[in-house]
């Protein structure tokens, strides 16, 4: 009998959706079918939102799940940055400084990781998925005609939450998954030099 436990679990299924959905965005794009383009990546976005809640509601938080979960992160954002060129390149010549801090803010925590640990890093903070839900929401305010300041203020909140997970590489001997934010690592640290 197996005792490994399944990766078809309804957390990475979830997750999955997200790999699966990067093509069809990308052909959705470059075909200029910008409102499907929208409602497809709203439930992409939909998926990232459901997949975390499924894994802690269901006890299925794993490391495969979280290391899954950031390389559909990072597919799915730089999907998102190529299929926008595409759809407004306007748009996003505008707004390239704050578009490059985006892409900028999925790449070089991954990269830090890389360097330090020679494996992706998946710490999921609460900084990371503020940073998210402000990109995403202020992404559909800015090709939908709204003010380009929020997805600004978005940008700055992505690269802001990139710091702290580049901190956060710098100060762990090994790395983890699912951390809540730089503090949590500090106060433990300080708690463990603590001990005789």
Same mark, same amino acid.
């Given at each position: 009998?197996?005792?490994?436990?399944?990766?078809?679990?309804?957390?990475? @299924? #979830?997750?999955?959706?997200?790999? *699966? &959905?990067?093509?069809? =965005?990308?052909? +959705? /794009?470059?075909?200029?079918?910008?409102?499907?383009?929208?409602?497809?990546?709203?439930?992409?976005?939909?998926?990232?939102?459901?997949?975390?809640?499924?894994?802690?509601?269901?006890?299925?938080?794993?490391?495969?799940?979280?290391?899954?979960?950031?390389?559909?992160?990072?597919?799915?954002?730089?999907?998102?940055?190529?299929?926008?060129?595409?759809?407004?390149?306007?748009?996003?010549?505008?707004? @390239? #400084?704050?578009?490059?801090?985006? *892409? &900028?803010?999925?790449? =070089?925590?991954? +990269? /830090?990781?890389?360097?330090?640990?020679?494996?992706?890093?998946?710490?999921?903070?609460?900084?990371?998925?503020?940073?998210?839900?402000?990109?995403?929401?202020?992404?559909?305010?800015?090709?939908?005609?709204?003010p380009p300041w929020p997805f600004r203020i978005a940008a700055i909140i992505c690269i802001l939450a990139a710091i702290e997970e580049?901190?956060?590489?710098?100060?762990?001997?090994?790395?983890?998954?699912? @951390?809540?934010?730089?503090?949590?690592?500090?106060?433990?640290?300080?708690?463990?030099?603590?001990?005789?």
């Open positions: 009998m197996n005792s490994t436990p399944s990766k078809l679990t309804l957390p990475n @299924l #979830l997750t999955g959706f997200r790999f *699966v &959905a990067a093509p069809i =965005l990308l052909w +959705l /794009a470059w075909n200029g079918h910008g409102i499907a383009f929208m409602v497809l990546l709203a439930i992409t976005f939909l998926s990232d939102l459901l997949d975390g809640m499924a894994a802690r509601l269901t006890g299925q938080v794993t490391q495969f799940g979280a290391t899954l979960d950031s390389w559909a992160d990072v597919i799915t954002y730089l999907t998102i940055a190529l299929c926008c060129w595409w759809l407004w390149p306007e748009v996003v010549t505008r707004e @390239l #400084l704050y578009v490059g801090l985006i *892409v &900028a803010s999925c790449l =070089l925590p991954a +990269l /830090a990781g890389i360097l330090k640990f020679g494996r992706f890093t998946s710490y999921h903070t609460w900084g990371v998925k503020i940073a998210a839900a402000s990109m995403g929401l202020t992404l559909y305010v800015l090709f939908l005609d709204g580049i901190v956060i590489t710098l100060l762990l001997p090994e790395p983890e998954s699912n @951390l809540r934010s730089v503090w949590d690592v500090l106060k433990r640290s300080a708690r463990n030099n603590r001990k005789p």
